[in-house]
């Protein structure tokens, strides 16, 4: 973190869990970056698309219509109905709207699995490179961070198993696993999913869910799930948003899937923390969710052509080492001779124009290597690919 060396009596009054929040190394470049003229922003993990109308239009009607009141901790129920169909018609079978919570934000409800099953003195395993956010949520709860760090190959990035295992001591309380995963693109086959899942039930291990990317998959219609293989009493806390799906990043709503005996500890923690979900965000939320198919198609489409877009241009380079992703929707790749990738981020912002994160920003694992978030446009993609292809050969 940067601050001060000599600390402020009232920085050094706080508790050292709030204290010690890291600093995220993607703001510092987006801080760097913004508003320079004609930059390309693939920093975020965003896309470029607005909201969608239809989905807008149905926060509008229920402003409009007053429901601008405290409304349900667990979120109105015609969205937890709609989460219930939802889940049904991606993964086939019926699923209890009493499984499903509305958080405000899929960070929120990584925050509330985390309160739930980790805090002072216990460790909870992630693979790394991961997003910066579980591990800080970690953190902040008193709770310790196992990273265990992924191997990159010609063929990808990959977990391994055996490792995984090891890595969980006497204090291990859970494993967060993120499949998709933000930034390597790495995705869990079912037999690792069953593997692991069998692992965590025999060391009565909770496993937190994070599959946000699971509709960003470029091998069938979507990637491998918990529950694919997972009971519905099993101890997993899946945490999801609406932010990716549905271009909502800006709205902060998200959801928390659960066995329903669970449902009260999570009402009271989303009662101590936001009090629940604005009445016209749910709205917006449940029509993305029963009429955003075509839309979620669309988004699915543009990421392909800007991954091939942008894996074409590097690799053309011949000073690119990386992995096609599986999943989600970010290129995770090396540059030949430029290791300080935190100075190689401000670096492309004033001699490319385009803006990456850099990979120390998503834990050790991730040193040397940047990633480039594709879900834009081809027309937007293909010009950051020409710059970066146009600055590698320059700096040769």
């Known amino acids: 973190m940067n601050l001060p060396q000599v600390l402020h009596p009232l920085i050094g009054m706080i508790r050292p869990e709030a204290r010690g929040a890291p600093e995220s190394g993607i703001v510092e470049v987006m801080n760097y970056g913004r508003g320079r003229p004609g930059l390309i922003p693939l ?75 980790a805090g002072e003195g216990d460790a909870v395993v992630v693979p790394s490179p991961g997003w910066p956010n579980s591990s800080a949520a970690l ?47 790495w995705t869990a086959s079912a037999e690792e999913l069953s593997a692991i899942l069998a692992f965590a039930r025999d060391r009565g291990l909770w496993i937190i869910a994070d599959e946000v990317y699971g509709r960003f998959c470029f091998e069938g219609d979507r990637a491998p799930s918990f529950h694919d293989v997972a009971e519905p009493e099993d101890a997993i806390l899946y945490v999801n948003t609406f932010s990716k799906n549905w271009a909502m990043t800006g709205w902060r ?21 936001t009090s629940g979900v604005a009445a016209f965000m749910q709205r917006a939320a449940a029509t993305a969710l029963a009429d955003g198919e075509d839309f979620v198609a669309y988004q699915l489409e543009r990421a392909r052509r800007g ?25 995770f790749f ?43 446009s081809e027309a937007t993609v293909a010009e950051a690919a020409r710059r970066l292809a146009e600055w590698l050969d320059r700096t040769r």
């Open 43 to 117: 920093w975020a993990g965003e896309g470029d698309l607005p909201t969608p109308d239809f989905i807008c239009a149905a926060a509008v009607r229920s402003l409009q219509a007053g429901e601008t009141f405290y409304t349900w901790q667990r979120g109105i129920p015609e969205l937890r109905q709609a989460l219930a169909d939802y889940h049904a018609r991606i993964y086939g079978r019926r699923f209890d709207h009493d499984r499903f919570f509305v958080t405000g934000s899929g960070m929120q409800a990584i925050q509330t699995a985390v309160r739930m099953v």
């Open 139 to 185: 953190g902040i709860a008193g709770a310790r961070t196992v990273d265990l760090p992924m191997c990159f190959t010609a063929d990808g990035w990959r977990l391994d198993l055996d490792r995984l295992f090891d890595a969980c001591g006497p204090g291990t309380r859970a494993i967060f696993l993120n499949s998709p995963s933000n930034p390597a693109g």
């Open 253 to 273: 709503i998200g959801w928390f899937e659960a066995p329903p005996v669970l449902g009260q500890v999570i009402e009271n923690l989303v009662q101590y923390s």
């Open 307 to 331: 991954r091939a877009i942008l894996c074409d241009a590097l690799a053309a380079t011949g000073r690119v080492r990386f992995a096609p992703p599986a999943g989600a929707f970010y290129l």
């Open 334 to 376: 090396a540059i030949d001779g430029e290791p300080d990738v935190a100075r190689l981020g401000l670096r492309l912002v004033d001699e490319a124009n385009v803006g990456l994160a850099p990979g120390t920003a998503f834990g050790a694992a991730g040193a040397g290597f940047m990633r480039a978030c594709f879900a834009a």
